[in-house]
């Protein structure tokens, strides 16, 4: 896993856009995209969860969650407002290759959850998760097996802790956190569809 920062302030709070690459073999970016983007299956891989609620089905690509993470000391507990939207993407550098896949996480607002009412301070974010399955179809003709395919996973995301952390704190959370939450979801999805036939 290659992870990459920036060091960022708004507001003398840190927002480090962070972007990952991670290629996983045995699985696909629609699987990939399906356990990150389906409700039924977060609190398997997101420990930091405390509570998750599902607003509005917008439709079955497009949902909006009101997540509650565990306190991170010294800093406040935290909450998150986004709709997530999954889609498949046609794959423009190989017609005839596999589709890409992403999910896009993106804060927004909701009249009945207004903003730092209760315990919880809301943060706001931007994630891209982008899947690219590659296929080394094999030699002999054989039927494609989970050892013939990985997934290239590039993860990006910007957060802002909404109320004030100081920097040196966040950066040693998010450098804490996001290889562990990278490397827990991924382990995840590959015990999931080790024994399922492949999603494309
Ligand atoms: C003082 C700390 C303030 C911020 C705490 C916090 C809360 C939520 C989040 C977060 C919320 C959503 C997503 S996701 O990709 O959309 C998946 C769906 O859950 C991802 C990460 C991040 C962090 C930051 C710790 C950092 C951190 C990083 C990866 C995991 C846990 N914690």
């Known amino acids: 896993m290659r992870m ?12 480090d856009p962070l972007k990952a690459v991670h290629t996983v073999p ?6 990939v995209c399906h356990y990150f983007f389906g409700p039924q299956y977060r609190y398997d891989w997101e420990t930091t969860l405390e509570q998750m609620t599902v607003l509005e089905t917008v439709s079955d690509d497009t949902l909006v969650f009101l997540q509650t993470h565990k306190r991170i000391w010294p ?3 935290r909450d998150v407002l986004f709709w997530s939207h999954m889609r498949k993407l046609p794959n423009e550098n190989d017609r005839d290759g596999p589709d890409l896949w992403t999910v896009v996480n993106n804060s927004t607002t909701h009249l009945d959850y207004p903003p730092n009412v209760g315990k919880c301070v809301r943060i706001y974010l931007k994630v891209c998760l982008l899947c690219q399955t590659r296929v080394d179809p094999p030699k002999d003709g054989a039927p494609l097996t989970r050892d013939n395919i990985s ?12 109320g004030w952390a100081p920097a040196s704190v966040l950066r040693a959370v998010y450098k804490r956190e996001y290889p562990k939450f990278l490397k827990r979801f991924t382990a995840y999805v590959v015990n999931q569809t080790k024994n399922k036939p492949i999603m494309f």
């Open 4 to 15: 990459y920062r920036r060091e960022e302030e708004v507001d003398g709070m840190a927002v």
């Open 75 to 77: 800093a406040s507990q």
């Open 151 to 162: 997934c290239k996973i590039t993860y990006c995301s910007v957060v802002n802790p909404g």
């Open 26 to 31: 045995g699985i696909t970016g629609h699987e």
